[in-house]
């Protein structure tokens, strides 16, 4: 069992930073690749970015050059780096990992970036 909990969400201004943490109880969390997900007010949940057990790292388009993914594995923590923040950026942030049939989410942190 992987218990995911995400933190770091809060009220920021635009043009600011924020560092997402996602912290893992799960002696194997090494062994997952780890996405971050989003979903802002009426609308779907969207992927952000993810790394792989081998840290090989993929983002989306809105985000790239913003936003880096990071994992610790001796901390089993996977971290979002959020630069230039941008009011379409506010969403809740989940975590989610995953290992061929097993996945896991988190609850959630919320980003609200004012403009």
């Known amino acids: 069992q992987v218990q995911l909990v995400e933190s770091g969400g809060r009220l920021v201004q635009a043009g600011g930073s924020l560092r997402l943490s996602c912290t893992s109880s799960?002696?194997?969390?090494?062994?997952?690749?780890v996405g971050w997900y989003r979903q802002a007010p009426g609308k779907e949940r969207e992927f952000v970015a993810a790394?792989?057990?081998?840290?090989?790292?993929s983002s989306a388009d809105s985000v790239k050059g913003r936003f880096t993914i990071s994992r610790d594995n001796a901390e089993n923590t996977v971290y979002l780096q959020m630069n230039g923040l941008k009011p379409e950026d506010t969403a809740m942030y989940y975590c989610?990992?995953?290992?061929?049939?097993?996945?896991?989410w988190g609850k959630g942190t919320l980003v609200t970036v004012s403009s």
């Open positions: 790394i792989g057990n081998g840290g090989s790292t």
């Open positions: 799960g002696r194997t969390f090494s062994s997952y690749a």
């Open positions: 989610n990992a995953f290992r061929g049939r097993m996945e896991y």
